[in-house]
């Protein structure tokens, strides 16, 4: 089945519908005008400029460009994971947490599944490389932000009770268990929800896409079932080392809670 075609002045009527959305938007007084057509600008833009890239990228098909543009998405997406946090750690620390939580989980699990699951020739042949990564890393810098955002938050709101926790002789860890476990939940929430409503509720983006582009059904949906599965343990394990890395930076070797390493929101 040959794939349709859009044209570019198609694409501005979907957009007419956003500009109408953020009419109304300003007319309630909602405060999200400004950043909705910000946001669907650089929607437009991004994606312009990664599918000529993609485009050079998959005629080329080497793999330092490959490796090249896997560092440039992981730096963005920890760039994100930084702007998400209302109240985060100073310095290089919010960053370099965020980035290496998703550096360990999105990349280890793309790879095991390239390699092992998939099996292209050679493995980090890019149309399926950069389409799973791209997949993992969006989730899972959303996983890893809501949950260092979950703990940052809880240990300033509940200092007064952590404090106490250490004067009665506990550990750090013994005094965040149950932050950090509420943490760690609130991360893979949003992945454990959009399995359970997968195929019932929604009809998830890869499988749309490739029912779209002409693939059959009972392929695009075992490919979709991989893509969730890796999501769903991508952004669990990323959502596990950024608290963890996190919580441990709020201590300082003697175990005093540290709080002035926090920035204000």
């Not at 599965?229 to 996190?246: E, N, R």
Request: glycine residues 10%; without cysteine.
């Amino acid at each position: 089945m040959e794939v349709i075609d859009l044209a570019w002045w198609k694409l501005g009527l979907a957009a007419l519908l956003v500009l109408a959305l953020a009419a109304t938007g300003y007319r309630s007084r909602l405060g999200i005008s400004r950043s909705l057509l910000i946001a669907t600008v650089r929607t437009v833009i991004q994606l312009a400029l990664i599918g000529l890239v993609l485009e050079a990228l998959f005629a080329s098909s080497a793999f330092y460009w490959i490796a090249l543009l896997a560092l440039v998405m992981l730096l963005v997406a920890g760039r994100e994971v930084v702007a998400r946090q209302g109240r985060r750690l100073k310095g290089w620390w919010a960053f370099g947490i965020g980035t290496g939580a998703m550096f360990v989980s999105s990349f280890t699990v793309t790879v095991l599944a390239l390699t092992v699951v998939i099996g292209p020739e050679p493995w980090y042949t890019p149309q399926y490389a950069i389409p799973l990564l791209g997949m993992m890393l969006g989730n899972t810098l959303t996983g890893v932000s809501l949950a260092l955002d979950r703990l940052n938050d809880a240990v300033w709101r509940q200092r007064a009770v952590i404090e106490n926790r250490l004067m009665l002789g506990q550990t750090w860890q013994q005094a965040l268990e149950d932050i950090r476990r509420d943490a760690m939940r609130s991360g893979m929430m949003p992945s454990i929800n959009a399995m359970a409503a997968a195929g019932i509720v929604s009809l998830p983006g890869m499988m749309t896409g490739q029912i779209l582009a002409g693939s059959p059904p009972a392929v695009a949906v075992k490919y979709q079932i991989l893509v969730m599965l890796i999501i769903t343990v991508g952004t669990g394990f990323g959502a596990v080392m950024a608290v963890s890395w996190g919580g441990r930076r709020l201590f300082d070797e003697r175990e005093r809670l540290r709080l002035e390493r926090l920035l204000k929101p």
